[in-house]
């Protein structure tokens, strides 16, 4: 851990690299490999530094706002739902109730390389949740449908390149230099 602050990692990332190497110790202890974990009297090396939360532009908010539409739908929805990308990329119309205005979040896409992978957790234990459905977003969800909500042509979950390139075009016409989870940080922020 002193290692990666001499590297000048984040606070952020060092406390994750010491969360792995606690469920690492915490296996061997159940496996009978060690007595003790380590890691769990560890503290984090001080003075780390701490990376400020950036907010998209307000005029950036505004475009997002105004285009619902088309490849637009995706960071629309992530800007009121509060979604990360990855859950709202595994989402089908079966999460979404209606009736309640209710989202029900309880998995993720992951890649490998540029394979989406679904995968049936979310990145923690609270991330599996529900989230209020807004009239705003629910409009503009297609109706009588089934299947995946943010998917490519033939129906299945976008590729890495797939939503990089989707992303990159619209950012480009809209001029805009924001990312997906900055998204996430404004729906936090209103």
């Known amino acids: 851990l002193k290692s990666f602050a001499l590297k000048d990692y984040s606070k ?12 690492i110790f915490k296996y061997a202890v159940i496996q009978g490999e060690i007595q003790t974990n380590p890691a769990s009297v560890v503290s984090l090396p001080k003075n780390l530094k701490t990376l400020k939360r950036v907010l998209p532009p307000d005029e950036e908010i505004k475009i997002i706002e105004t285009n619902p ?10 800007l009121f739902s509060g979604l990360r990308i990855s859950e709202a990329l595994a989402l089908n119309y079966e999460d979404i109730d209606r ?4 989202i ?5 896409i992951v890649y490998d390389g540029n394979t989406p992978t679904l995968v049936n957790a979310t990145k923690t234990e609270a991330g599996t949740r529900k989230v209020v459905l ?50 996430r940080h404004a729906y936090a922020t209103i």
């Not at 129906?155 to 075009?169: A, E, F, I, M, V």
């Open 134 to 183: 807004l009239a705003r977003v629910e409009k503009h969800l297609k109706h009588d449908k089934n299947g995946i909500i943010f998917c490519n042509e033939n129906g299945d979950y976008l590729t890495r390149k797939q939503l990089s390139c989707r992303w990159n075009k619209f950012k480009k016409e809209n001029n805009l230099t924001m990312t997906f989870h900055q998204l």
């Open 12 to 23: 952020k990332t060092v406390a994750t690299y010491k969360s792995i190497l606690n469920q």
């Open 69 to 78: 539409e088309g490849f637009g739908f995706l960071p629309f929805f992530l």
């Open 99 to 102: 009736e309640n205005m209710i």
């Open 104 to 108: 029900t979040v309880n998995k993720k």
